[in-house]
């Protein structure tokens, strides 16, 4: 009898003793992770991440760093493990450096052969809503030791430490969690610059500014290559009298046409096809980041939780004299979104972009109309 009651007991015991559960494979959120003893990482930083367990790739983007070092940078990481292949760029320079990865992918829950160490509660158990039960985990691996905790039942992960000899030790805290990859784009290396050619629309808004309508809608072309564009005002949504509609071309440098000389401007009257040519004086603005830009954040741009119904930007600023100009582009691809010029002391345009095609279906459009002939 007394054998039969502990068996009875060592089989209940063993029962209650839970198996490695399985964490969310796909999930975006945020770590707080703080390294002690590593040399190649900042102290204490909060990411912003999309990990992917079926694909074994993840990306982090430094949001911000709670101990900051003299002249330490920011990045963001992309790591593909089934290609092998590291992406990091430098949020400030855009600077991409491409390395191969050596490490095998480490999963973010609890591996099948870890250790059951117990179930806790985090926060206070007798107030709703105030504690969440999690599951205590740990698993070695050569020297180095991994100790997880997870949410209990559903194993989501909650913190992960990475003890390796003799000093080191990398505490992960993961919050604002949720489940699935909202836009696998992510994952795709950016490009080191922005499209040099394009074609689309621009609604442009002009305050205090009175070489401009203050609200028009422009069809463009962008040739950065050749340093030169093309705009057609298809409509003014606040037109003052006796407002005209123009197509201009801007030529930044010089071209083999025998009848432009560079730095010109063509602005033709769409109703009367007069061609006023003009001398640029201004230099060639690109439509990307500048050299000296401030990374100021990512954000993004409708309703996250709703596929299709969102788009991940990145916002930039630079100044040139008095003069100051605000960027923001599509991340990581670079298309430009928005770009906000203001001049001192009052004077704001602010120009918006859609309905974007990359490249220059018809290189013509460059082409001065021959009411422009100087011959």
């Not at 969690?177 to 696998?184: E, H, L, Q």
Request: aromatic share 12%; proline share 8%; with cysteine.
């Amino acid at each position: 009898m007394k054998l039969f009651v502990a068996l009875c007991c060592f089989v209940l015991a063993q029962a209650q003793v839970p198996t490695p559960c399985e964490s969310p494979k796909q999930w975006e959120g945020s770590i707080l992770r703080v390294d002690k003893g590593t040399s190649v990482k900042p102290e204490n930083e909060r990411l912003k991440v999309s990990y992917d367990e079926i694909n074994q790739r993840v990306r982090e983007i430094t949001e911000y760093s709670f101990t900051p070092k003299p002249g330490q940078e920011t990045y963001e990481v992309i790591y593909l493990h089934q290609t092998k292949k590291e992406y990091k760029i430098n949020l400030t320079t855009r600077k991409c450096n491409v390395s191969t990865l050596t490490r095998p992918f480490m999963p973010n829950g609890v591996p099948p052969n870890a250790t059951f160490n117990g179930f806790a509660t985090v926060g206070a158990a007798g107030i709703p809503g105030q504690s969440l039960n999690v599951q205590d985990w740990k698993f070695s691996s050569g020297q180095e030791t991994f100790y997880g905790v997870v949410t209990s039942p559903d194993c989501v992960p909650v913190q992960h430490t990475h003890y390796i000899p003799p000093s080191t030790f990398i505490v992960s805290s993961f919050f604002d969690i949720k489940g699935g990859i909202r836009d696998v784009n992510v994952f795709t290396p950016p490009t080191e610059y922005p499209p040099k050619q394009w074609e689309g629309n621009i609604l442009r808004v002009a305050r205090e500014s009175s070489i401009k309508p203050e609200n028009e809608r422009l069809k463009v072309s962008y040739d950065e290559t050749n340093q030169r564009v093309r705009e057609i005002t298809e409509s003014s949504f606040a037109p003052k009298p006796g407002q005209e509609m123009y197509e201009v071309i801007y030529l930044h440098q010089t071209v083999s046409y025998a009848y432009i000389h560079e730095k010109k401007e063509y602005k033709i009257n769409l109703t009367t096809r007069k061609c006023n040519v003009s001398t640029i004086t201004r230099p060639f603005m690109s439509i990307g980041i500048p050299p000296n830009a401030t990374f100021n954040g990512f954000a993004t741009l409708g309703v996250s939780s709703i596929t299709g119904q969102s788009l991940n930007v990145q916002d930039w600023e630079t100044s040139v004299f008095n003069n100051r100009f605000s960027v923001v582009l599509t991340s990581p691809d670079c298309i430009p979104v928005q770009y906000t010029h203001y001049i001192s002391p009052a004077s704001t345009i602010v120009s918006t972009y859609f309905d974007i095609n990359l490249g220059i279906n018809d290189f013509s459009v460059f082409t001065p109309p021959s009411e422009c002939n100087q011959e």
